[in-house]
Each structure stands twice: as structure tokens, then as C-alpha cells.
């Protein structure tokens, strides 16, 4: 069982920056990939960045490429999400997640652990 809990979002303006963080609860996170999901209003939720646990190997979805920056903290047992230059079209609610295994790419096919989510707003 893997608990995950979020901090981080809020409302910045377009351009800003924001660092998320998702702690999580586990006696090891080797065989684990972690990532970022999101979800706007009216829309499904969808991929946004993994990165494989043992190998720090990251995978990211097409529009924020440049952009967001996903990292983990074996010390820590977290994973953060650094975004620079948002735009009003990433406002939604960013939920960490975690699937077994090793390849950050497959974090996209499914989801063992879900956290609760924590929103982020852009103002246009």
C-alpha cells in the first residue's frame, strides 16, 4: 500500500512558477514509477510527467515539454513537480500517482495509487 499526499498548488499568474511536492508512504518506492496527472473542469483527467523511481528516468507529456520538470528525493521519499511558464490552460487539479513498475512511459497506461489531488489556477 502506498499512501500520497500532495502540497504545492495555488494561484499564479500566467508566466509564474510553481513547485508541487507528493509525499509518499512506503518502506520502498524501487519498483515504483511515479508522476503527475491532471485534470481540467469539464475534461478527463490526463498524463503529465513520470519518472521511473530506481533509474530517475522521466517521461513527460507533449505540452509541457521545456517547461515542467519532474524529480524525486529518495532521502525524502517525495516527488516534485517544478512548472515554469504556466499558461492558463494548465489550470486543474494535480493528482500524484504511482504504478508499479520500471518504465516512467507506462505510468500512463494505469494507476495503482492515487493521491487526493491539489489545484493549481492560472489567471489569464
Known amino acids: 500500500q502506498v499512501q500520497l499526499v500532495e502540497s504545492g498548488g495555488g494561484l499564479v499568474e500566467n508566466g509564474g512558477s510553481l513547485r508541487l511536492s507528493c509525499a509518499a508512504s512506503a518502506r520502498t518506492l524501487t519498483n515504483y514509477i511515479m508522476g503527475w496527472f491532471r485534470q481540467a473542469p469539464g475534461k478527463e483527467r490526463e498524463f503529465v510527467a513520470g519518472i521511473t523511481w530506481a533509474t530517475g528516468r522521466m517521461n513527460y507529456t507533449d505540452s509541457v515539454k521545456g517547461r515542467f520538470t519532474i524529480s524525486r528525493d529518495n532521502a525524502k521519499k517525495t516527488v516534485e513537480l517544478l512548472m515554469n511558464n504556466l499558461k492558463p490552460e494548465d489550470t486543474a487539479v494535480y493528482y500524484c500517482?504511482?504504478?508499479?513498475?520500471?518504465?516512467?512511459?507506462?505510468?500512463?497506461?494505469?494507476?495503482?495509487?492515487w493521491g487526493k489531488g491539489t489545484l493549481v489556477t492560472v489567471s489569464s
Open positions: 500517482a504511482a504504478r508499479r513498475g520500471d518504465q516512467a512511459a507506462s505510468l500512463r497506461l494505469g494507476v495503482n495509487y
